[in-house]
């Protein structure tokens, strides 16, 4: 498990189409997705599905693909997505502490981890600067490396960045 760092040398770091092209929309759409903290701007942010409850929202895939394909303009500014394998259920994910992205710091530590340990793929919105998808799946983090070439390894960044 490990993630990848996406910032200022690739661009479209903190949009959301191009990171869920890397990922596989068919990957996607086939999971749940627990949404935190969510913040957003552009021009069709008010029609997102999750406008409603930006702080914890529960989202099945295929509302979440149609939701950014139908808004790629958006940009992530915060936000935690952790996806799920349908198998999860939404009560047994609801029961783990919601995560604010902008409090806790055990993302940059080693060894890399998910914030939940029952999620897939994480992908955190991280004040506009960056974004980092974590993921267990070592060919889903190929994929991104070949997506982004440009981006940073986060257990090799968590390892240098003193």
């Known amino acids: 498990m490990d993630g990848w760092i996406l910032r200022e040398q690739t661009t479209h770091y903190t949009y959301m189409?191009?990171?869920?092209k890397a990922l596989g929309c068919d990957l996607i759409r086939s999971m749940n997705w627990r949404l935190s903290y969510i913040e957003c701007l552009g021009t069709h942010y008010d029609s997102f599905l999750f406008n409603d409850n930006p702080l914890d929202k529960w989202i099945d895939g295929?509302?979440?693909?149609?939701?950014?394909?139908?808004?790629?303009?958006?940009?992530?500014?915060?936000?935690?997505?952790?996806g799920f394998n349908k198998s999860v259920s939404r009560k047994i994910v609801f029961q783990t502490e919601l995560v604010d992205i902008q409090q806790d710091t055990s993302i940059w530590t080693n060894p890399v981890s998910m914030r939940n340990s029952l999620s897939e793929i994480e992908i955190e919105a991280f004040d506009s600067t960056m974004s980092i998808v974590t993921v267990k799946d070592e060919v889903l983090l190929n994929q991104l490396q070949l997506a982004f070439p440009n981006g940073i390894l986060l257990s090799h960044y968590n390892d240098n960045k003193d």
């Open 17 to 20: 189409p191009p990171i869920m």
């Open 62 to 82: 295929d509302s979440l693909m149609n939701c950014i394909d139908r808004c790629p303009d958006v940009q992530w500014v915060w936000g935690l997505l952790q």
